[in-house]
T-cell receptor, first 113, second 115 residues
Framework: GNSVTQMEGPVTLSEEAFLTINCTYTATGYPSLFWYVQYPGEGLQLLLKATKADDKGSNKGFEATYRKETTSFHLEKGSVQVSDSAVYFCALSDRSGYSTLTFGKGTMLLVSP | DVKVTQSSRYLVKRTGEKVFLECVQDMDHENMFWYRQDPGLGLRLIYFSYDVKMKEKGDIPEGYSVSREKKERFSLILESASTNQTSMYLC??????????????FGSGTQLSVL
């Protein structure tokens, strides 16, 4: 079956540091890949996505590239802010059936001033 | 923007009670989902629905049922609540299945405590 593995958190960074959150996946076929973010007290919201190999999703300074050869979709940001503190979820959709999403366990990011 | 509204932010129930969690979306979305979120386990899919009166089991349907009588409303039912159902419950909706329409819109969640 499908699965998503994320690095465990919390990831603790100082403001303006470089961020990488690793995500690898197992899936049959060619899934779409997503990063969702959950700010404190809120539901998840889509941060970015990529639908095919070598696509790069980007939003709000975050980027992730769909790497089919390494089955990875690592999230990066060049300079984090305190307001980026949140839980980040990697997810995939296998495009078969009803396209339900499979989520990773989430990685908490804490950014200090 | 799409709004997904969950009826309660916090809920406290007793073991054995029947519990209803309500979710309403206002953008005519076809698909609706119920997830539970637990520390260290992430999000796990309980049930989903792709049309009125239709439902499909997710990964952890045991102890739960759902109802979708109207397109905009998707209810999660705990027939007899147990302490291991204490969790954050998240409702989500999406426009339609397949293609590029896998963007889920989430509600803010209901934190259910079963005592």
């Amino acid at each position: 079956g499908n699965s998503v593995t994320q690095m465990e958190g919390p990831v603790t960074l100082s403001e303006e540091a470089f961020l990488t959150i690793n995500c690898t996946y197992t899936a049959t076929g060619y899934p779409s890949l997503f990063w969702y973010v959950q700010y404190p007290g809120e539901g998840l919201q889509l941060l970015l996505k990529a639908t095919k190999a070598d696509d790069k999703g980007s939003n709000k300074g975050f980027e992730a590239t769909y790497r089919k050869e390494t089955t990875s979709f690592h999230l990066e940001k060049g300079s984090v802010q305190v307001s980026d503190s949140a839980v980040y979820f990697c997810a995939l959709s296998d495009r078969s059936g009803y396209s339900t999403l499979t989520f990773g366990k989430g990685t908490m990011l804490l950014v200090s001033p | 923007d799409v709004k997904v509204t969950q009826s309660s932010r916090y809920l406290v129930k007793r073991t054995g009670e029947k519990v209803f969690l309500e979710c309403v979306q206002d953008m005519d979305h076809e698909n609706m989902f119920w997830y539970r979120q637990d520390p260290g386990l992430g999000l796990r899919l309980i049930y989903f629905s792709y049309d009125v009166k239709m439902k499909e089991k997710g990964d952890i349907p045991e102890g739960y049922s759902v109802s979708r009588e109207k397109k905009e409303r998707f209810s999660l039912i705990l027939e007899s609540a147990s302490t291991n159902q204490t969790s954050m419950y998240l409702c989500a909706s999406s426009l339609s299945s397949g293609g590029s329409n896998e963007k889920l819109f989430f509600g803010s969640g209901t934190q259910l405590s079963v005592l």
